[in-house]
């Protein structure tokens, strides 16, 4: 048997754990369309841009929407299986299912809310312009602190992994001084 075809056994056996299931998703809806979506823009393929555009947005509604029923679907038997299959369905090219996603579902709900949805979007966008004037200093303090943070955490990283002073061949103990002394007296 080929190392993929047990890879995908494990992946779908209906005994697999959670973790591995939650993981491969994350993988597949995450992971992966980020790649896709860096090639999309770095090729500047507006083919490859839309199709990364209509994945996000299915992979949106689809997350928010299971922000709010996770703890009902987490009960429904094979439900991180069923969500997996989903999440391939809407990534790979050739079932195009994001595209069907949004223009049977997506398209026509925001086309008929668009005017309300235009509203909320500019009253969100005024609230946080006021959170942020009005909490500017605050903001820009933690700002700093996180940046002087991620340095310092990224430093003791580098001395970690590449330790000053030492080098990365050298396997023999440095001598003592004392041997220095006693090979002089004889």
Same mark, same amino acid.
């Given at each position: 048997?080929?190392l993929?075809?047990?890879?995908l056994?494990?992946l /779908? !056996?209906? $005994?697999t !754990?959670?973790? +591995? +299931?939650?993981?491969?998703?994350c993988?597949?809806?995450?992971?992966?369309?980020?790649?896709s979506?860096f090639k999309?823009?770095?090729?500047?393929?507006?083919y490859?841009?839309?199709r990364? /555009?209509l994945?996000?947005?299915?992979?949106?509604s689809?997350?928010?929407?299971? =922000?709010f029923?996770? %703890?009902?679907f987490s009960?429904?038997p094979?439900?991180?299986?069923m %969500?997996?299959?989903? +999440? $391939?369905w809407l990534?790979?090219?050739t079932l195009?299912?994001?595209?069907?996603m949004?223009? !049977?579902?997506l398209?026509?709900?925001?086309?008929?809310?668009?005017? *309300? =949805?235009?509203?909320? @979007?500019?009253? $969100?966008?005024?609230a946080?312009? %006021?959170?942020?004037?009005?909490? %500017?200093?605050? +903001?820009? /303090?933690?700002r700093?602190?996180? @940046?002087k943070f991620l340095?310092t955490?990224?430093? =003791?990283i *580098?001395?970690?992994?590449?330790p $000053?002073? *030492?080098?990365?061949?050298d396997?023999?103990?440095?001598? *003592?001084?004392v041997q220095d002394s006693?090979?002089e007296?004889?």
């Open positions: 048997m080929a993929p075809e047990v890879g056994r494990l /779908l !056996s209906p $005994v !754990s959670n973790l +591995l +299931l939650r993981t491969a998703c993988s597949i809806g995450l992971a992966l369309p980020v790649y979506t999309a823009i770095e090729n500047n393929d507006p490859e841009q839309q990364c /555009l994945y996000w947005a299915a992979y949106g689809f997350s928010a929407a299971e =922000m029923a996770e %703890k009902l009960w429904i094979l439900y991180h299986h %969500k997996f299959a989903f +999440l $391939v990534q790979l090219p195009d299912g994001a595209r069907q949004y223009s !049977s579902h398209q026509p709900f925001l086309l008929k809310h668009q005017a *309300r =949805m235009d509203l909320i @979007v500019e009253f $969100v966008y005024g946080m312009s %006021k959170i942020i004037s009005a909490y %500017k200093p605050e +903001l820009e /303090l933690a700093t602190l996180a @940046v340095m955490a990224t430093q =003791m *580098r001395n970690f992994i590449h $000053v002073g *030492r080098e990365l061949n396997i023999e103990p440095q001598k *003592r001084q006693e090979s007296e004889e």
